[in-house]
């Protein structure tokens, strides 16, 4: 199972310079492979293979006087931007056939300069290195300081450097891990737990909003980070807005909107990691509901919605499960689970929102609306009876890629 490390790097003047060369010189490449296969497309002449773009876009083009500073950067970087724009191209015309899961993708287009996120990436044959003292060394650029937040489990097979919207250097690595050994480490368990996910909810005892009600009845509370910080991003966008379009005080007014929007960003992820890890760890299995967020996404709920990262953290838990052995069940966002007695299973009709606690007409249990709801996830799920001590349905359940950061289990010592 391959996943993604990330660490804060903090580049000096001159290297911010190289890094800056080489973020242009892999964007160039990139429209050049657009533009050729765009050309060929026009004249209805087959596409040029990636290894004739090679020669053309890069050897070729280091000995012109138009593309000379090409030669000013790792070659490595020239060629993995040239297999960005051959797997744009993959899975743009996989997406046409149907044969690519997800939403339809359209054609590679030219990538921007103004572009706030850029990235460049270094595989093994680029011979960039660790150092003693825990810097990235990167051909061509330098040893750039890096902040480890953790030490990494395994020799990465790459390195893809990231400068993001806020003007922030990332070192992200990928790491091949043994779910095998990963599921040792784990602390054993057979408890389950259902999981059922909201927004109009009511207040817990500790006054917070919960995102989340699982089925023994506890109840999560939403940060709200985005609602918290609306005032003061309001602020950054006006200030943004009245900067005249191109002037340097339009661009520091831009950097600082785009930090206020990554503070609220870094810390939701924070918030998501801490609790899929928990629930992941004190859990055998876990079911939840299918949403449908981009739906919910589309009604006078957006902002709360986005707000609580429904997907990313339901995302969390699936690439976990798979790492650490554990069973992640989705059922149908179809399924009754507000409507069912979790006692006697008795269908009791729909209710309004704001019917928060209501009693069985059958057998006469008192429910709270979202714990019932939770319980009949986890019945729906088939994850009720592992209490009795059944085993938990398995399922196959696809890994994800995703920048863990310093999260996750195991912990280890902090790199020098």
């Not at 009693?359 to 592992?386: E, Y």
Request: proline share 5%; glycine share 6%.
């Amino acid at each position: 199972m391959q996943l993604r490390y990330a660490f804060r790097l903090y580049p000096d003047t001159g290297q911010r310079t190289a890094l800056a060369k080489a973020f242009g010189c892999a964007r160039v490449v990139f429209n050049d492979a657009v533009r050729a296969r765009e050309d060929a497309r026009k004249a209805q002449q087959p596409f040029p293979k990636i290894g004739e773009l090679s020669t053309r876009l890069i050897t070729q083009a280091k000995q012109t006087t138009s593309r000379s500073w090409l030669g000013e950067v790792s070659a490595v970087v020239l060629q993995q931007s040239l297999r960005d724009a051959e797997t744009a191209y993959r899975n743009f015309f996989a997406s046409l056939k149907g044969t690519r899961k997800g939403p339809k993708l359209g054609a590679p287009r030219f990538k921007s300069r103004k572009d706030t996120r850029q990235s460049i990436r270094f595989t093994a044959n680029a011979r960039w290195s660790l150092t003693d003292s825990g810097r990235l060394n990167l051909p061509k650029i330098g040893a750039v300081q890096v902040k480890w937040s953790r030490t990494l489990p395994a020799t990465p097979t790459s390195v893809t450097v990231i400068k993001d919207s806020a003007g922030r250097f990332f070192a992200s690595f990928v790491i091949d891990t043994d779910p095998q050994a990963d599921a040792e480490r784990m602390p054993a368990t057979d408890h389950t737990i259902g999981i059922d996910l909201g927004l109009t909810l009511p207040q817990t005892p500790s006054g917070g909003t919960p995102i989340a009600v699982l089925s023994d009845g506890t109840k999560i509370d939403s940060p709200r980070f985005l609602r918290r910080a609306e005032k003061k991003l309001k602020k950054a966008q006006r200030e943004l807005s009245r900067k005249q379009k191109g002037s340097k005080n339009r661009n520091k007014a831009r950097l600082k909107a785009a930090r206020a929007h990554v503070k609220v960003t870094d810390a939701r992820h924070e918030f998501h990691h801490q609790l899929s890890t928990q629930l992941i760890s004190e859990n055998q299995g876990i079911a939840v509901e299918d949403l449908a967020v981009t739906g919910l996404a589309r009604t006078r709920l957006a902002k709360s919605v986005h707000d609580a990262g429904w997907s990313s953290f339901i995302d969390m838990l699936r690439y976990k499960a798979e790492r650490y052995g554990r069973t992640l069940i989705k059922i149908g966002r179809f399924e009754p689970t507000s409507q069912v007695c979790s006692a006697c299973g008795v269908k009791d009709g729909p209710k309004p929102l704001d019917v928060r606690e209501w009693t069985c007409a059958a057998c006469g249990a008192v429910h709270d609306r979202d714990t019932n709801a939770a319980i009949n996830v986890k019945t729906a799920a088939g994850l009720a009876v592992s209490a009795c001590g059944a085993p938990v349905r398995p399922g196959a359940i696809p890994a994800q890629r995703e920048e863990t950061g310093s999260h996750g289990f195991p912990t280890a010592p902090r790199a020098a």
